[in-house]
């Protein structure tokens, strides 16, 4: 009878002995297992490590890391910047119970370690404050804004009420029927994103709007961009 090899192909490990092979190779991931330091991963081993995330969000943030297949060097994982980004994004992660917006966080410090999205760790903080200060349900209640201002582009002539109104009334049923917002509690929840420099209410005097109709700023579609849209969307 031949031994087995002591080698397996790629194809041949299962997603936990994956998880394990990446965590050995990721600085950022033991990272994530310092952040415990009741659990030694001398004494609990990569298993236990990965036994111990399942039960915490770091696990759902470090997964989600893992499907980025993100490069990282040791040397990179030293520096300063590098640190005070990761060290943002976890203590956000710690404090957050939604797996959804955990992923999101994931996403967020992808974009800063591949490059180009931020340029310094304040920039990548204000994004983070932003999607830590707001609840899943605001940001689908943007999404769900955002897909109608796609499908009523503003037309030749028209101010930005205008156009509001022309799909605001089917806006306001979707938000109720998707995201169990009742009508009467929609204006106040989008006034209170205006905090968030996302959204900005229309005011003026225009006969008889009571200034219940806002739109998307430009800022929206650049925190979508190193959110990651796809996943954003999903």
Do not use: C
């Not at 008889?208 to 650049?222: A, E």
């Amino acid at each position: 009878m031949e031994e087995e090899s002591e080698f397996l192909e790629p194809s041949d490990l299962t997603l936990l002995e994956r998880s394990v092979l990446a965590y050995q190779r990721s600085p950022v991931l033991r990272m994530i297992v310092k952040l415990y330091p009741p659990l030694a991963v001398a004494e609990a081993g990569v298993l236990g490590v990965y036994e111990y995330f399942r039960n915490r969000r770091m696990h759902v943030f470090a997964e989600e890391y893992l499907r980025l297949n993100l490069q990282v060097s040791e040397e990179q994982a030293r520096e300063r910047n590098f640190v005070d980004a990761f060290t943002a994004t976890a203590k956000r992660v710690l404090n957050t119970s939604q797996d959804e917006k955990i992923r999101l966080f994931a996403h967020v410090f992808g974009n800063f370690v591949k490059g180009g999205a931020f340029d310094s760790v304040d920039a990548l903080e204000e994004v983070l404050s932003v999607l830590d200060d707001m609840s899943m349900r605001e940001f689908q209640l943007l999404l769900l804004l955002r897909r109608h201002e796609e499908m009523n582009e503003r037309v030749a002539g028209e101010n930005r009420l205008q156009r509001a109104n022309r799909f605001w009334q089917q806006f306001t049923t979707d938000a109720e029927n998707e995201l169990n917002v009742p009508p009467q509690e929609l204006p106040g929840m989008l006034e209170r994103l205006n905090r968030t420099g996302l959204y900005t209410t229309l005011i003026g005097a225009y006969l008889d709007y009571v200034g219940d109709r806002g739109h998307l700023t430009p800022i929206f579609d650049r925190f979508l961009m190193v959110l990651d849209q796809q996943s954003a969307k999903r």
